[in-house]
């Protein structure tokens, strides 16, 4: 279980790091389908090399990169319209409570009672920072919590139905692919190909902390259940929080600290029902 908290929290950390990327960027559609690509690319390079995996792991994979999609086109909007300290919590609170009621439902991972509570807490949390936001903002953070929810799930099976760490690289082609075929289809093909060169320099240290975090997150959900991972690794909005009010200059400082403080007892209080 240390193995699985550690593994977690410095997925967290980079989880915040390139979804700041994006959220900085001119286009932050265009920012996380760059750095999805390149991950994506350098998977695929990768499990050449490695020899591959099951083909019954390329549909868990196919799952997940299609639940991709609205989280690429919804977080790109959040993030170009609204606050990243108000977004990024939003979307991985709810992401994390479904994911722990699927890994209950579905997964037959069990949890006591005070575990429980302790999500309960953190969600509180996300929503105490949701409390005089605009709707749509809201409503796309949600939007993505949907779609967190639904990859956590295909992507927790799958690391457990055939244990290989190379499935994380099949869940990058797959979600590469996904975002690409998305903008084609929207109509942004030109934007995707126009994208400046010095910003590929930016997306490419993105895309590396995106191919480990979500790794990190793989292994970890192999030694604890999906929904203490899932909420231990939402620890990264603190420092959304932090990061959206001191280096982005966004409002509402004292709330949204009251928020983090909130979440931060949930997660002790998950760390203590385990």
Known sequence: M????????VAAVLHAGWNLVAKR?????LALWGQFLLAGVVSGVVLLIAGGLPAGAWWFALGSGLFHIPYVVALGWAYRHGDFSLAYPIARGGGALLAAIG????????L????????????????????????????AALVVACSIGGYTLFDSHAAREYETFMYVFATQVVTAATA??????????????AVPR??????????????AAY???????????????AALRESSV???????????GEGNARSRTTAAALIVSGLVLLVIAR
């Open 238 to 248: 603190l420092i959304a929080v932090v990061v959206g009010s001191r280096l982005l």
């Open 180 to 193: 690409t075929a998305t903008g084609i289809v929207t109509g942004r093909w030109r934007d995707l190909m």
């Open 25 to 29: 960027s001119v286009d932050p559609y």
């Open 112 to 139: 006591s009672v005070l575990g429980v509570a302790a999500i309960v807490v953190v969600v509180a949390g996300m929503a105490l920072l949701a409390r005089g936001a605009a709707r749509a903002q809201v409503a």
């Open 215 to 229: 790794g990190l997150v793989l292994v970890a959900v192999r030694r604890a259940p999906v929904g203490y991972v």
């Open 198 to 211: 010095a910003a590929w320099a930016r997306m490419s240290g993105a895309a590396v902390m995106t191919i």
């Open 103 to 110: 890994g209950l439902v579905l997964l037959g991972d069990e």
């Open 2 to 9: 240390l193995v699985a908290t550690v593994l977690a929290l």
